[in-house]
């Protein structure tokens, strides 16, 4: 129950997974993220804010990503990506409220969550989405999120994990309500600070400051490592 009073990623109306779809481990990878050579797959390299999605082991779409602040860390984890959001509202912590003054946020243009949720199946209640506040995309060092990871290219991923144009994804976005729309099948996702992209691709250095944080999740009780992980971002974070 604390988890969930303290999860500023949960959403007024839960997506409910797809009855047929596998639960995903959400245990800390043990080493470098594993590229199948099969199927779509999606990495976040945490330490160098970027994100590579991969089509049968080619990448195929690349994203500056936002992730968590040393307070509060993006955590290793391997999930799926089950369904994609569109317009979704975002609700806070009670913590959140009473220190960062933060309120709950109906879907729209100021929304922190952006236009477009994509929900992976995880006990941490971490998830990908878009924001608007895209000019930190800007900035070298992005550990600016409580936990979640922001997406530059949210719209780009959503076309490719749907299996549709972006014309489609503005299109749905369009509506104005908020609905999910369940993918055709799962993509696994990883959250990686020992990522190891194929051929060399991308090759980055790490952030020493991220990696300590990674460590400080992974040496916690799981209540702890959930408490202190989850949590999407703020306004004016």
Request: with cysteine.
């Amino acid at each position: 129950m604390a988890m969930l009073v303290n999860a500023a990623c949960v959403a007024t109306e839960p997506t409910p997974r797809t009855a047929a779809m596998p639960a995903a481990p959400s245990a800390v990878p043990e080493g470098p993220a594993a590229i199948p050579a099969r199927g779509k797959f999606v990495l976040v390299d945490i330490p160098s804010y970027e994100l590579t999605a991969f089509q049968d082991g080619t990448p195929v779409l690349h994203s500056r990503v936002i992730v968590g602040r040393p307070q509060t860390p993006t955590p290793a984890l391997l999930s799926s990506m089950f369904a994609i959001k569109f317009n979704p509202d975002w609700t806070p912590t009670p913590e959140m409220m009473r220190n960062e003054g933060l309120r709950y946020m109906p879907p729209g243009p100021n929304n922190p969550l952006g236009r477009i949720l994509f929900d992976l199946d995880n006990d941490q209640l971490v998830y990908l989405h878009d924001t608007n506040q895209k000019e930190l995309f800007n900035r070298a060092e992005r550990g600016l999120s409580h936990g979640c990871v922001r997406v530059e290219q949210a719209r780009q991923l959503a076309a490719w994990a749907l299996g549709v144009s972006a014309q489609e994804i503005d299109s749905m976005v369009a509506r104005r309500t908020t609905y999910s729309v369940s993918l055709p099948e799962a993509i696994p996702v990883s959250l990686s600070y020992r990522a190891q992209l194929p051929n060399g691709y991308r090759q980055v250095a790490a952030s020493p400051d991220v990696q300590v944080s990674r460590k400080a999740v992974a040496g916690a009780s799981h209540e702890q490592a959930s408490l202190a992980a989850i949590g999407c971002p703020g306004a004016g974070t």
